[in-house]
Each structure stands twice: as structure tokens, then as C-alpha cells.
């Protein structure tokens, strides 16, 4: 990676800082639909009390690979990544994760290790619980073990979706078409008339790595993706004009 793309991508991730998040889990502008943060607000008042707060600068470790998960974290604003391997012989990025991931909830549940590493790509604030602490927050409320069993679930698409990404998309442009949504649906917001906007948070490197190419491959490509008019870069932001476009290519 040339020192121009780093300081570009240092630059785009300063400029996704996280907003705001009020001091109370209810009235978070942040809570999304369907994850961990979206529960009624008596089991929320009462997951408070078993959690503190916690801030992350940009590129900072959270917690490492094989590490005893103590911990469970919910990301109440900015992004992290996650990844697999070890940094000094070959990793992967498995996702990006944004306000209302809860991460490491199936290593608490198991009593067992962090299966990735999890670094901030921007400023975050997160609300960490404890094992044990979770574990009887859980026994006390039956919504949220409900909603425990669906992040699960969420969990195992994504990993299902990494899966298949990189083993039955045939080409390039397939692979990171793929990816492109899947960010969309992840960390984006839906735009009226169909489309998507997401922060661009990742390098070219990086989303090379993600759909097993070259950075130049990857520049080369997203600039066709915008010469058609399926997606334009502004601010440091990614809008996906033509969906169905980027699904024909999968």
C-alpha cells in the first residue's frame, strides 16, 4: 500500500467519528432493529446496571484471538473490524461490525475463547458486560435470551455469507459486488428508491483480502462499478445506485 492510500484511509476512517450516544441505552439514537440493543426498556434498564461504559481511538485492540472471553461488548457508536489468524502469519477480515453488534456473545455463552481479533476502525464507544454478569442477566429475562439466540443466528449468516463469497463467486467483480451488499445490509442505511449508503471504512488492501484479489484489482473494478453507474464515492462515503445490478453479477 502506498503512503498516499494510507494516509487516505486514516483520513476517511477520522471522518466516520462516532456520534454521540446518550447516557442512557433507551433513548440511544444508535439502537437497531433486531439486534442485542432493541430490547423493552425495563430489560434494557436492567442490562445497564450490569454493564459500564467504555471509549476505543481509531485502531485500537479490543480483545485477540484465542484470548479467555471474560467479556461481552455491545457497540453503542463507531466500527471495529474483526478478523482471523494471526497477525504475523496471514489474516483474514471476517466483517465489519457497527452500533448495536454485540461481540463475543458466543464465546461468553460457551465459557470458551474469542474465535477473532476485534480493533476499532474509528473512535467507538461500547458497553462491555461480563461473563457472569450476562449470564444472569440472561436467567432473569426471557426476551433477552430470545434475543440472545437471534444474534446467534445473525452470527452464523454472516459466517455463512463469508462463506460463500469467497467459494461461489467466480469472478471479481462478483466477489466484491457481494461484499459491497453485504456491508450495505450490515453497517448502510437504505436510501429511497432502493439504494444503499454506507461508510467507506475499509483500505483497497483490505477488501482485497476479503474477496482473495489484489488491491489494484479492487481499485480497478470499483472504478468500472462507477463508470456504469452502479456506485458513486463521495465524502468518504459509498452509495449503491443499482442493487439488483451488483446481485446479477453473484
Given at each position: 500500500m502506498t503512503d498516499a492510500e494510507t494516509s487516505t484511509g486514516t483520513h476517511t476512517r477520522q471522518k466516520h467519528l462516532s456520534r454521540q450516544v446518550p447516557v442512557g441505552c433507551a433513548a440511544c439514537a444508535n439502537r437497531r432493529p433486531g439486534w442485542f440493543c432493541s430490547l423493552g426498556s425495563a430489560v434494557l434498564a436492567d442490562l445497564e446496571l450490569v454493564t459500564s461504559t467504555i471509549s476505543l481511538p481509531a485502531q485500537a485492540s479490543l480483545f485477540t484471538q484465542g484470548e479467555d472471553a471474560k467479556c461481552l461488548y455491545l457497540i453503542c457508536g463507531g466500527y471495529l473490524k474483526l478478523t482471523a489468524g494471526r497477525l504475523e502469519d496471514r489474516q483474514m477480515i471476517v466483517r465489519v461490525a457497527g452500533p448495536g453488534s454485540m461481540l463475543g456473545l458466543y464465546a461468553v455463552l460457551s465459557h470458551g475463547v474469542y474465535e477473532v481479533s476485534a480493533e476499532s476502525l474509528t473512535p467507538a464507544q461500547l458497553r462491555p458486560v461480563e461473563r457472569e454478569r450476562f449470564l444472569g442477566f440472561l436467567r432473569s429475562h426471557k426476551e433477552a435470551q430470545m434475543r440472545?439466540?437471534?444474534?446467534?443466528?445473525?452470527?452464523?449468516?454472516?459466517?455463512?455469507?463469508?462463506?460463500c463469497r469467497v467459494a461461489l463467486a467466480e469472478t471479481v467483480a462478483a466477489r466484491?459486488?457481494?461484499?459491497?451488499?453485504?456491508?450495505?445490509?450490515?453497517?448502510?442505511?437504505?436510501?429511497n428508491g432502493g439504494g444503499f449508503r454506507f461508510p467507506l471504512l475499509l483500505t483497497h488492501e483490505e477488501m482485497a483480502s476479503m474477496v482473495c484479489t489484489t488491491r489494484e484489482t479492487v481499485t480497478r473494478t470499483l472504478g468500472q462499478f462507477r463508470k456504469d453507474g452502479w456506485i458513486s464515492i463521495e465524502d468518504s462515503l459509498i452509495t449503491i445506485h443499482e442493487p439488483d445490478r451488483l446481485h446479477t453479477l453473484v
Open positions: 440472545a439466540v437471534q444474534c446467534i443466528c445473525q452470527e452464523y449468516r454472516f459466517a455463512l455469507q463469508d462463506a466484491l459486488g457481494r461484499l459491497l451488499l453485504e456491508l450495505a445490509n450490515q453497517i448502510g442505511e437504505h436510501l
